[in-house]
């Protein structure tokens, strides 16, 4: 009960800041078939739906060996600085929706929203992942792999406990073959304790870390497939 009380005062308390959805690090573990392959990530596309529910997907298991990683406390820094400088820059009218508190009653008490948009997060997110992984982003179709997504839910839900979900179905096109699409659905819990736009950062970020754990696995098991299937050569 204590506990219950201390999360209300905390959660009431304070200024509330916006979040900035951003990736600083690579996450993923390495793919050897991703390095040297030339790869197109086109803009996600934002077409989120309010309401999810297991009728329409289910979250995937945590990856094998999955470690949230932190940012350090350099990162965090620019993470503050960037948010506080975009929070006076971008108007209130622009910010975007990404999730609510309930009290211990739980009915809402705050609307969380972010700076920039979910789509955009998780598009540059993708594309630092890619680079990570040794693979050469160009700008055009003319790639070993061309990587369309759309953001079909984003979501958090902070009520004693805090969930987070992503929705997205990624589409892969290897040079020469048809298009293949595939949806993502990963998700984060966890204690709520300070119910801060902190603490919807990083739930949220860690989700992001398994969805890019799963794409990676996802492309480069397209490109192995591509490289490993037998090629004609003309008569």
Not at 3 to 30: D, N
Not at 208 to 225: F, G, P, T
């Amino acid at each position: 009960m204590t506990r219950l009380f201390l999360f209300i005062a905390v959660a009431s308390a304070g200024c509330e800041h916006p979040l900035l959805l951003k990736k600083y690090q690579a996450t993923s573990p390495k793919r050897a078939s991703l390095s040297g392959a030339t790869v197109h990530v086109v803009p996600f596309v934002d077409a989120r739906e309010a309401e999810w529910d297991e009728k329409k997907s289910e979250p995937r298991r945590d990856p094998k060996g999955f470690a949230y990683c932190e940012l350090t406390p350099q990162q965090h820094d620019a993470w503050e600085l960037e948010r506080d400088k975009l929070e006076k820059t971008v108007p209130r009218t622009r910010w975007i929706s990404v999730g609510q508190m309930r009290n211990a009653f739980g009915m809402p008490v705050r609307e969380f929203f972010s700076v920039n948009a979910p789509a955009e997060w998780l598009t540059e997110a993708a594309r630092l992942e890619l680079t990570a992984q040794g693979a050469r982003l160009v700008d055009t179709a003319d790639a070993d792999l061309v990587v369309q997504a759309t953001l079909r839910h984003a979501s958090l839900e902070l009520f004693m406990a805090e969930w987070a979900h992503l929705v997205l179905d990624v589409t892969t096109t290897v040079r020469g073959q048809p298009p293949k699409t595939v949806r993502l659905h990963t998700s984060d819990g966890r204690l709520a304790w300070s119910g801060n736009e902190v603490e919807a950062f990083e739930i949220y970020s860690a989700t992001e870390q398994k969805l890019s754990w799963h794409l990676m696995e996802l492309l480069a098991k397209e490109v192995q497939a591509a490289n490993a299937a037998p090629r004609h050569l003309p008569l």
